[in-house]
């Protein structure tokens, strides 16, 4: 079985911690608890192609994505960038984020995700897609679970084929 | 009559010509004499010409910046280029006590910084947990503590960048030690970066009796967690036993890890260092 590194990334309070929860764990909390520092978790993940053995890192965010540690972003196999589709703020420097990352590490695949989809409409959700100046991914709810297993899911197949 | 028809003499043209002049001017003439008496005449000018004056200043008054700050503003700086030795001279000793509170104030704020970084290294990733990972949650930390001949826990073989665990020894059966080569490697990683730019690798986590000796190699390293206290050449006995360790079990290229490739160097670290004695 492989062995692969995701990290989470993004700014504060779009919902990293949460995803990381839903996923391992399957819960979800209301309450804000901002992480400090780093928290690593496992999972297995079970593919058509093979299981994968998926290493996450839920780093703690900053508002631009130069002030994490660049090595954390070294030897990953993929990055999820995480905006809240409530907070404009949360994507407003995505073009620059994005190019940061992939000058950090070129092999990884990233992917965007915005969460906190269960907030918003899907008119909003269009909306927001004409004003981001890139591909969105995926939107997910780490709230209600939706999209969550599907996010973690797909990159695994990535990964593994 | 016949001399009246006939043309005039030079004289008569001349008194015609200030005649008509008389008459196409005379209106003109009083007119100039009105303006040169209202100009002789103060009071007279002065009730003509203030309000003017009086409106072009609340004009300029009120948009001084906007009609002339660019020129003024060009002025002052051509004026501070040409006379820059006088102006340091002048500003120099203030500047100088400003830069010294200066930099006092940034001194303490490096001090301060550095505190509460150290405190927050050790909140981010709880020492207190990870060794109580390593070591279980027994009081074992108290028995230990006593004796002071060095022991090995634990050993991980993890890969430098991505933090996945190549292979791990263990001599109570430990599960969680992928999470903890993760964990090592983003207090490592977060260490190296914070206070030396990546430059030189940490070697060494220390807290209360345990510590966790790093052995760095390019593209990996082992973390040995062990309680006790280790002397320099005790140190080099393990360093030497991890190089070649490595040396003979571990591939050179480990860029795709998978549990065959770690199930065979964790064996492989049993057999090695079940009966290690660190100080022989
Ligand atoms: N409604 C809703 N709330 C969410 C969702 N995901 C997260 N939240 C809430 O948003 C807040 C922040 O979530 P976290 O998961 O802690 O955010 P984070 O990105 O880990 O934040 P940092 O660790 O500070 O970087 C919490 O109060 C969560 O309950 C979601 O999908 N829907
Ligand atoms: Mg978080």
């Known amino acids: 079985m492989l062995s692969k590194k995701v990290i989470l990334t993004g700014s504060f309070g779009v919902g990293k911690t949460s995803l990381f929860e839903r996923f391992i764990n399957n819960k979800f909390e209301d309450k804000y608890l901002t992480t400090i520092g780093v928290k690593v978790g496992k999972k297995l993940v079970n593919t058509d192609k093979g299981d994968l053995s998926m290493m996450i890192w839920d780093i703690a965010g900053e508002v631009a994505q130069n002030k994490v540690p660049t090595s954390y972003f070294l030897g990953t196999s993929g990055i999820i960038y995480v905006f809240d589709v409530t907070r404009p703020s949360t994507y407003r420097n995505i073009s620059e984020d994005l190019e940061y990352l992939k000058s950090i590490n070129k092999l990884t695949t990233i992917k965007v995700v915005g969460n906190k989809k269960d907030l918003v409409s899907q008119e909003d959700l269009d909306k927001l897609l004409e004003e981001i100046p890139l591909p969105v991914n995926l939107f997910t709810s780490a709230k209600t679970g939706e999209n969550v297993e599907k996010l973690f899911h797909d990159f695994a197949v990535e990964m593994v084929g | ?280």
């Open chain 2, 1 to 280: 009559m016949n001399s009246s028809s006939s043309s005039p003499s030079p004289e008569e043209e001349a008194q015609l010509l200030e005649q008509l002049r008389q008459a196409l001017l005379s209106e003109d003439r009083k007119a100039v004499a009105a303006i040169r008496a209202m100009l002789e005449d103060e009071a007279q000018l002065s009730e003509k010409v203030s309000p003017i004056i009086r409106q072009h200043l609340a004009f300029i008054k009120e948009n001084f910046e906007g009609e002339y700050g660019i020129i003024i503003e060009e002025i002052v700086t051509r004026k501070l280029a040409d006379s820059q030795d006088e102006i340091v001279n002048m500003i120099f000793p203030k500047l100088n006590t400003i830069i010294k509170k200066f930099i006092t104030a940034q001194f303490q704020m490096l001090k301060e910084g550095i505190d509460t970084q150290i405190k927050t290294v050790q909140n981010r990733f709880s020492p207190k947990n990870i060794f109580n990972r390593f070591f279980g949650p027994s009081d074992s930390d108290i028995i230990l503590s006593q004796l002071d001949s060095p022991e090995v826990h634990e050993i991980y073989l993890v890969q430098r960048e991505s933090g996945l665990l190549l292979g791990s020894y263990a001599k109570e059966k430990n599960t969680d030690q992928d999470v903890i080569a993760g964990m090592l490697t983003a207090i490592k990683s977060f260490a190296e970066d914070a206070f030396n730019r990546g430059k030189e690798d940490l070697e060494m986590i220390q807290y209360e009796n345990y510590k966790i000796f790093l052995q760095n190699l390019p593209s990996y390293y082992f973390a040995v967690a062990m309680t006790g206290s280790i002397s320099t050449s005790e140190k080099e006995n393990l360093s030497n036993k991890l190089i070649t360790f490595a040396e003979d079990n571990v591939p050179f290229d480990t860029t795709d890890v998978n549990s065959t490739l770690t199930d065979r160097i964790s064996s492989a670290l049993s057999k090695h260092f079940d009966q290690f004695n660190i100080q022989q």
